[in-house]
């Protein structure tokens, strides 16, 4: 009888173990961002520039430069992502306001796969720029320039305030690429 019992004591434990569903890691996931509608409007707010920006974004002062007017952050919310915006006079300096956009896009080589340029001109607004586009998982993915050579000159630069992961967060760099775009495409200096 003590057998009868060892021997379904030790049935229903190997039951027990074979029946418990094995447990299978799953992929990690990522947010499915659902992107508004692109509509822009016009940003002047006494700035010696203005352009369009979306109406899903709005700007604020920077705060961490108080000694420059016209240094502002252009804010997305949903996509907890900022566009830094530094204005400089240009006072016969554009050779070394140049040469520190480009060393600033450039610091990013350590962790870049590769950084593309584009060259942006109209003539008739006197705007002039490059964007730099960085790919791989860095801090700053785009980062521009515009000038007129002779007076102004705004540089600006994309942050996440997130881990630098170029699989999750490239449909947001996608998308804030062409406001980027647009807004050194609508570019007026106001002097």
Known sequence: MKNLYNILWVLFVACFIC???????????????????????IYNDNMPYSFEIPQYCHIEKEQNHENELYWN???????????????????????????????????????????????????????YGLLYNIKGNVASPIQFFVTDST????????YFNYAPNIDSLAPAIDFVAEDITHLIETIQWNN
């Open 19 to 41: 029946c418990t569903p094995q447990s299978t890691p799953k992929p990690r996931e990522y947010f499915r961002i659902t992107f508004p509608e692109k509509k822009y409007s």
């Open 151 to 158: 007076k102004n000159f705004l540089r600006g630069s994309l």
């Open 73 to 127: 952050n252009i804010v997305f919310d949903d996509m907890n992502a900022k566009i830094h915006l530094s204005y400089k006079k240009v006072d016969h300096n554009i050779d070394t306001l140049i040469e520190d956009a480009h060393t600033l896009a450039y610091k990013h080589t350590i962790k870049a796969d590769a950084i593309e340029k584009v060259a942006y001109e109209n003539d008739s607004l006197k705007v």
